[in-house]
Structure formats: C-alpha cells, structure tokens
C-alpha cells in the first residue's frame, strides 16, 4: 500500500476543506493509497517532531506528501530529508521573516479552542527548519495563484526555481479548483515513489 501525508497550514487542522477532500477522493477513487493528515501544532518544535514521527512510521519508499501554506514548508523539510515526492500548494516561503508581528499575540485556530502565542525562539526555530535550497527539485511540483492574499506566489517561484510548477493567474490562498489537480497530483506521486529509493 502507498501513503499520501497531508500537512496543512499554520492555525490549520485536518478539517480544512482541501484535507478533507483529498481524504474522501482518495478513500473513494484509489483505496490503494493510506491518507494520513495529522493535526499538526503551530508551535514549530512540536510540529516538526509530529511529522517526523508520523513519517518514521511509514514506508518512505511508497510514501508521499502535499503540503499546503506552512504545510508546504513542511513538506519541504521532509521531502528534502527523507527524499519523498512532495506537491506544494501556495507554500510558505521563510515563514520566520513573516511572522514577527504575530509574537506575543494569542492566536486561534481556524478549527477547534486551541490558542497559540509565538515567541522568538519559534521563530528561531522555523529558521532553523527553512530549507534554503533545493537539492532534489525532481520531487516538487510547486502550486501557486496568482491571487493569493496572503502569500507572495512570486516567492515560492524564485525559491522551487528548477521544480516543477504550476502558476494560476487568479485564484487565492485556498487555490481555487484544487480537487480538479489530484488526478494529476497522485500520478505524480506514483512516478516517482520507488524511483527516488532505488
């Protein structure tokens, strides 16, 4: 059996709407495939210890991951690790240069009572995470719209330079028509799961 990890965005959780359809269409459409989308924290230590204990888990050569927003991030970190295909939606983009504002303030998940106030050393941390560079750009298909509002889509452009890449004109930080792209999306997976551990 092969393994698809959704890793959604910051304040985020496995109810988001794109979670939840990627789950029932694959659930649906190639039960052959393990959907896992943990409830990741947006404390970035905490974060980053969940992923890595849920990947060690699994079977990284039939093992894949979408990551959305700060789940982009994510997913760069362990698809770069552990060298797994990864599809990244809107991505986050050195998320530790655009989060100062939020120090301090208690910030509420979009699901759920969970309230989180970053500090400094998170973002240390999230430094610490950013992969700067891209070494095996054959396992990232970057996703982005032109008309995300929270994101600078020009950002995730210059960063998976020499990845594959989708650019939308329009659309939003959500990106807008995502459930018509899985099709493609998982046959980009199956490609080149076992290529990249042989």
Known sequence: MRHLVYVHGFLSAPQSSKAQYTGAWLSAQHP???????????????????????LQGLPLQETGLIGSSLGGFWATRFAERFNLPAALINPAVAPHTRFQHWIGQPLQSYYGDAVYTLEARHLALLGEFDVATITRPENFWVMVQTGDETLDYRQAVARYAGCKQTVEAGGSHTFDGYEQ???????????RLGQAHA
């Open 181 to 191: 792209w899985l099709p493609e999306i998982l046959r980009f997976m199956g490609e």
């Open 32 to 54: 052959e495939w393990q959907f896992h989308c943990p409830a990741v924290s947006s404390y970035p230590d905490v974060a980053n210890g969940q992923i890595e204990t849920l």
